[in-house]
């Protein structure tokens, strides 16, 4: 049985919901496993690049686990943003660094990083051609919807064929840094 605080932290309000379901995707599709329940998902609290975004983590763990010097030893977290328009080194560091510094969270969270937006693991999982240049057209085209909406993210999270990620690098490392969440510390 886990017996660790579990956190799976997502830039947006979307990405909470779609996180929740592709997460629930790949347990049906035995792709990651958990002894007990699955990890909770929840909103970054603050905008990866900013500094309080360690003291909003924190804040969030003891609203969710209990206060504990013990509770934050035994915390796991995996962090997933957007590379948007910065190179994959540049977006992790922009997160990264402040849980490093961090005393209570250093080695605490692993960060991945999805190439170019959340969207395209949508649009691989939905159909895996021209997905990584501008996966919100391929969507739109691939669904016949007038336009991309973000709420499309988590709407549409449902209908993804979990297996078409598979092979892709940033998918693969966070299908990893799941199992790395079930891990005791």
């Not at 977006?91 to 990083?113: N, Q, T």
Request: hydrophobic share 40%; net charge positive.
């Amino acid at each position: 049985m886990t017996r660790h605080p579990r956190l799976v932290l997502v830039e947006d309000t979307y990405g909470v919901d779609f996180h929740r379901r592709l997460i629930e995707k790949l347990r049906q599709a035995n792709l990651v496993q958990f002894s007990t329940s699955m990890p909770r998902v929840e909103r970054l609290p603050a905008r990866e690049c900013n500094p309080k975004i360690t003291r909003s983590v924190k804040a969030l763990i003891a609203a969710s686990y209990g206060a504990s010097r013990k509770t934050l030893e035994k915390t796991k977290i995996v962090v997933v943003v957007d590379q948007e328009n910065l190179s994959p080194a540049e977006a992790r560091e922009r997160v990264a660094i402040h849980f490093e510094k961090d005393s209570a969270l250093k080695g605490k969270a692993r960060i991945v990083i999805v190439a170019p937006r959340h969207g395209a693991w949508l649009c691989i999982g939905l159909d895996p051609r021209h997905c990584r240049k501008n996966p919100e057209d391929a969507i739109v085209r691939a669904r016949s919807l007038k336009a991309y909406e973000k709420h499309h993210l988590a709407r549409l999270a449902d209908q993804i064929d979990p297996t078409r990620l598979r092979g892709q690098p940033d998918f693969n490392e966070y299908l990893e840094a799941l199992q790395w969440l079930e891990k005791d510390p």
